[in-house]
């Protein structure tokens, strides 16, 4: 077993690529943070991201990719063993909040991990993966799907604020600079779709991924406006139009302790692929 540490994201998906576009919607994370690592490094922008490599004669067993300070993220493994993943990070410094990655590795990553440095970890949240092909319309609910604009940063700022304080563990959660920040980027990326009623937005989702798959995050519809359809209807129009514009598939990830948001995603006829799960990390001994 031999572990390889790099800072090139050309490099890292030259050399595995193949084998993570295998499973594409468990893999969808890792590949989409590498690739807009690359494009960014194509453009002469800074980037700060670090990949770790596990592999045995036969090729590679796992991987593990990091964007600091956010959480490591490891892939499926060829093989069970991957504890060696997790002694080469702890000998080399490595530094995060936590852990996410398919069930099985993640926990005996999180493990190994415990022992090697003392640090204790949590399973915070256990998630599903779910992939569509085909949209199932969902009822008609009153409004349409369209962009959100600059004038709604403000708005879209408070609902991601909330979404990471509704869904998210606290050392993922984003402070009110950082929502604004982020707001700001999915606008002008044109990613933020919100679902509009007379001229008012009422619910939320944002789109990336890489050229096959499109990834729905960040699915958010305030209290005051649930129970109206509109996260089923804004989920199924923006996935509807991911796969209008060629890509392969959609996935998405659900918390698994969520039944009202994992009916909504099998209505509309997102398939469950894995589980995947996040381990926080406590303090340091």
Known sequence: MKVTFSTDPAQFLQQHAGYLEQREAEHNLILSLARAAEQKQKRGEAIDIRFATLANDDGLV?????????????????MPEIEPLADALAEHGDQFPGIVGPAGEASTFSDRWTAKTGQATVEYMDQII??????????????????????EEAQIAAWIFSFSRDALPKAEQVTQAAAAKKAAELIEAQ????????????????????????????????????????????????SQQQLDAGKKMCCLYADARNPVSNSIYRKIGYEFVGRSSLYVLGKKP
């Open 191 to 238: 990613r933020l779709m919100v679902w509009d009623v007379k001229g008012t937005p009422v619910a939320q989702a944002a789109v990336s991924g890489t050229a096959n798959v499109a990834r729905i995050s960040m699915v958010y519809t305030p209290p005051e406006a649930r129970g109206h359809g509109y996260a089923s209807a804004v989920v199924a129009e923006i």
């Open 130 to 151: 779910y992939s569509l092909k085909q949209v199932v319309l969902p009822p008609m609910a009153e409004g349409k799907m369209r962009l959100a604009t600059q004038a």
């Open 62 to 78: 796992c991987a593990a990719v990091q964007t600091p300070p956010h959480n490591l993220v490891i892939s499926r493994a060829t």
